[in-house]
């Protein structure tokens, strides 16, 4: 069974900084692209950033500059660095990840997702 843990939402002033981390963990074969999403309340859910396997990221225009994504040297977490904070970053922050595992009829690739973490940005 594959899980993805989020930590490290909570409550910051604008302007201040915050750093989400997402462990994936079981029976893992390969991940290739992670990510982090958000959904706002009243809103639909949010591409954020993307990193792949070989590092290559992709932002949302909204956090380009603010935002830094990455991947630990196990490239089993990934982290999204959030700096100059403003009330429209608060959400829910979901960590999404592409991983392979080994079934019966072979290697299957699935998207998963995390629980979700807090962030409340306070003016």
């Known amino acids: 069974q594959v899980q993805l843990v989020e930590s490290g939402g909570g409550l910051v002033q604008a302007g201040g900084s915050l750093r989400l981390s997402c462990a994936a963990s079981g029976s893992i074969f390969s991940i290739n692209t992670m990510g982090w999403y958000r959904q706002a309340p009243g809103k639909q859910r949010e591409l954020v950033a993307t990193i792949t396997s070989d590092g290559s990221t992709n932002y949302a225009d909204s956090v380009k500059g603010r935002f830094t994504i990455s991947r630990g040297n196990a490239k089993n977490t990934v982290y999204l660095q959030m700096n100059s904070l403003n009330s429209e970053d608060t959400a829910v922050y979901y960590c999404?990840?592409?991983?392979?595992?080994?079934?019966?009829?072979?290697?299957?690739?699935?998207?998963?997702w995390g629980q979700g973490t807090q962030v409340t940005v306070s003016s």
């Open positions: 999404n990840a592409a991983i392979a595992t080994v079934q019966a009829m072979g290697i299957r690739t699935q998207y998963y």
